[in-house]
């Protein structure tokens, strides 16, 4: 079995875990040992004093503190065979006298602690397009591109910094895994070993959701039905915040509840018209190990993406999710869900699709739960963890 430095674009506790927790733990369970390495911070952090910002900006002075409190520690064992690490980097640095400390830094830490670990240097497996520019991959028997999204195409990133070196990086890699049609596009001329693997889900932990005897969360079982659900990022750069504002104003008798960090990603976020409803319940993040309880009390499970580069890059996590849970689900067709359109309702994001489709599936249309079990049972971590593997192993 190999041995993995995995470098993340998340850190390990944030509570919307991704793909790179998710795939660590997988690769873990299946016999590898791995070094997670937190997010390098791939933009400076925001200064905003006032206004949506300003709730931003506090996160990220507070997530530098944790980094520095962590940074000074040595990697910590959250299960078996698997490690994380907090590297003390310059967050957002893009050339310069800060990349070339956070390159040091980076190289000496990663060398140190995997001795400690007794950890070979096997593979490098990154989600983080700027690789190249903080850490010589050298050491490392494989180079492994693990792209999950349109990084650059976020509020507030250095997109032509990230573009540049995303391409050196693909170009160099040893394979490249991608997670929607629109990323291969991009990236597959740059490295014919370029390969798509969709979004998936934790099924078992979902399927939680079905179980007759888990209660519902006091908060949740305060809200009348029917409870159209989102679990996520409420960030206004992905998530079309006037639809959803039109919607609770046109359907007073629908309960929307809205679960997750707001303006992750995007400070600009603002939800101010969202929480004057009184339909509107904006319940904040809630733990992981809570998300199934809170999905039992859905009626459906809600996608009401905007139509922009990032998100037509994206494939969403919650998709799955949602399926496993057993909800039906009404989405913003963007072009990584046409494949599974016999899974769910995916409609143009306007009210009046959505109002369609949601009354729709209220009325008990729409594909079966049969069905939509079926198709989550097939999209799992581990499944895919392992037909990334099988690809790996191909190369010889």
């Given amino acids: 079995m190999a041995d993995i430095t995995l470098l993340a674009t998340a850190d390990w506790d944030h509570p919307l875990w991704t793909n790179k927790q998710h795939v660590a733990c997988s690769l873990a369970e299946l016999g590898h040992r791995v070094l997670y390495v937190e997010s390098l911070g791939l933009r400076p952090p925001r200064q905003g004093a006032r206004g949506p ?16 409190r962590h940074g ?7 299960r078996p065979g698997l490690w994380v690490w907090s590297p003390l980097v310059l967050p957002g640095a893009q050339g310069g006298l800060a990349l070339r400390v956070n390159r040091l830094m980076l190289g000496l830490g990663l060398g140190l602690w995997r001795r400690v670990l007794g950890l070979r240097a096997d593979w490098l497996w ?15 028997r494989r180079l492994i591109y693990h792209c999950v999204d349109a990084i ?17 990086l693909c170009r160099r890699a040893d394979a490249v895994f991608v997670t929607s049609p629109d990323l291969q596009r991009r990236l597959a001329p740059l490295n014919p070993l370029t390969r798509f693997y969709p979004n998936v889900a934790d099924g078992d932990h979902f399927a939680r959701a079905m179980d007759p005897a888990l209660p ?16 996520g990022a409420i960030s206004a750069y992905k998530l079309d915040l006037a639809l959803l504002e039109q919607l609770a104003r046109a359907h007073p008798g629908w309960s929307l509840v809205l679960i997750g960090p707001v303006g992750e990603g995007d400070p600009t976020t ?17 733990p992981y190990a809570e998300l199934p309880a809170y999905l039992k009390g859905f009626d459906l499970g809600l996608l009401p993406l905007r139509f922009n580069a990032y998100t037509q890059a994206m494939f969403p996590m919650k998709f799955f999710e949602y399926l496993a849970a057993g909800l039906p689900v009404v989405s913003s067709a963007i072009d990584a869900l046409q494949p599974f359109a016999d899974l769910a309702l995916l409609v143009d994001p306007t009210p009046e699709a959505f109002t369609a489709a949601i009354t729709a599936v209220l009325a ?3 594909p079966s739960r049969q069905q939509r079990l079926a198709g989550a049972a097939a999209h799992t971590y581990r499944g895919r963890t392992e037909a990334m593997l099988r690809a790996l192993a191909a190369l010889g």
């Fill in 216 to 231: 519902l969360p006091a908060d949740l079982a305060a809200i009348p039905a029917p409870r159209l659900g989102f679990v």
């Fill in 152 to 168: 650059q195409a976020q509020p507030g990133m250095p997109a032509a910094v990230i573009e540049r070196w995303e391409q050196r």
């Fill in 364 to 366: 008990g249309e729409g």
């Fill in 270 to 286: 603002d939800v101010a018209a969202l929480a004057a409803l009184a339909n509107v319940h904006l319940l904040g993040p809630r």
């Fill in 53 to 68: 910002g300003a709730v931003q900006a506090r996160s990220d002075r507070g997530r530098i503190w944790r980094r520095l």
């Fill in 126 to 140: 990154t989600y983080n397009p700027m690789t190249l520019a903080v850490l010589e991959p050298r050491p490392w």
């Fill in 72 to 78: 000074l520690q040595p990697p910590r064992r959250v």
